[in-house]
């Protein structure tokens, strides 16, 4: 697996696995527990004209949240992921095929109290070259009308890079990550939500499986995101729109907008389309091969085309079926396309080839 994958370690909100909470909770404790279970094919294709590759991801989840005693509330998740395949070509060279296996698995405990919650939480994530450990603590405070609720938070993570080439042997990479928001009811019909995080994290980051990949050993992070949601009475359909943006000290700037409509359909049934758009500045040391003659390789630098300039859009559907009261299943598509040309601006990075995947997930949701 690449190296990029051990950002994924810092697990500050709820220390969950992205996209497997099911619901977000509130500031009342659930009087029933939820058990959810998903499963996730991904599949993507790299091409151009000399040569095509691909690449598979095949993912099962499981979420579980059990109340206890009426003030706390235990949540836990747990994931493996299958990885085949070749991994994404940078420019005209080849891909290196792959076959991983990770384990995943994160805890957390809260606490309610009036209008507030704290909540602890650790996460764990093991494959065979890569280890990350995650601890974080957390808290939410709301008005006594409930319409303002501030949260903050603080995490941490410890990770160890054994790769199979021995290019580096138990090299590490450490950060603490601070985060902060405001959620706030507007009207009857809207709520807005701003957010910030700060990471500051100092370790390994190169690429052990890339040639002439050198990075800097420390990297400072910064995520704006915020997000309105607003019900349109009169045909019954929810928004949901976000914009965030992300800078860090390696020189990339990001930005991703999304879309999702929520559309009640009647007999349980419920349907949600998405658009989400991303762009992203290139690293300040990146260099689009063929390296010029003369290159101090003392630098910095790479060629991995996730530090260039491109950008992305994705377009979903997710359809969702109430079978009983306590109980749903749903199913959602995604289509994703990556190339230089959407990136927001000025032309991307050059000679890379366009990156195109599919996603499909498939849930099923109990409460008890």
């Not at 405990?109 to 764990?124: P, Q």
């Not at 879309?259 to 349907?271: A, D, M, R, S, Y």
């Not at 991995?304 to 749903?328: C, F, H, N, Y």
Request: charged share 20%.
């Amino acid at each position: 697996m690449n190296q990029a994958k051990g950002g994924a370690a810092l697990l500050l909100a709820a220390c969950a696995l992205p996209g497997l909470v099911p619901v977000a909770q509130a500031e009342v404790i659930p009087d029933y527990g939820t058990i959810s279970t998903k499963l996730l094919s991904y599949h993507q294709k790299q091409a151009d004209k000399e040569v095509s590759t691909t690449g598979s991801v095949v993912s099962p989840s499981m979420y579980i949240a059990l109340p206890v005693a009426g003030k706390w509330l235990i949540e836990g998740s747990i994931t493996n992921d299958k990885v085949s395949g070749a991994s994404p070509r940078y420019h005209t060279s080849g891909a290196s095929q792959m076959s991983d296996q990770r384990t995943a698995g994160d805890i957390r405990i809260k606490r309610y109290f009036d209008h507030a919650t704290v909540s602890i939480g650790a996460a764990y994530s093991n494959e065979h070259d890569y280890q990350s450990n995650a601890f974080s603590i957390s808290g939410t405070k709301s008005s006594e009308d409930n319409n303002t609720t501030l949260s903050a938070g603080i995490g941490f993570n410890n990770d160890k890079i054994n790769p199979t080439n021995k290019i580096v042997v138990n090299e590490k990479k450490n950060g603490v990550e601070l985060q902060f928001g405001v959620t706030q009811v507007i009207t009857p019909t809207d709520i807005i939500q701003l957010s910030g995080t700060y990471s500051d994290a100092s370790g390994y980051f190169s690429d052990p499986y890339k040639p002439l990949d050198n990075r800097p050993r420390s990297k400072q992070t910064g995520v704006l995101l915020s997000r309105w949601n607003h019900y349109i009475k009169d045909v019954g359909v929810t928004t949901k729109l976000s914009y965030r943006f992300y800078n860090d000290t390696f020189g990339i700037k990001a930005h991703t907008l999304g879309l999702e409509l929520v559309k009640p359909l009647g007999n349980g049934w419920v349907l949600t389309p998405n658009l989400r758009y991303y762009s992203q500045s290139k690293a300040s040391f990146y260099y689009d091969p063929p390296f010029p003659n003369g290159s101090d390789l003392t630098k910095y630098y790479s060629a991995d085309q996730r530090l260039s300039s491109m950008g992305a859009i994705t377009l979903g559907l997710k359809v969702s079926k109430e079978i009983t009261p306590d109980s749903s299943v749903d199913i959602k598509l995604e289509s994703y396309r990556q190339s230089t040309g959407l990136y927001l601006g000025s032309s991307g990075s050059k000679g890379l080839s366009n990156l195109n995947a599919t996603m499909v997930q498939i849930g099923y949701l109990h409460k008890f």
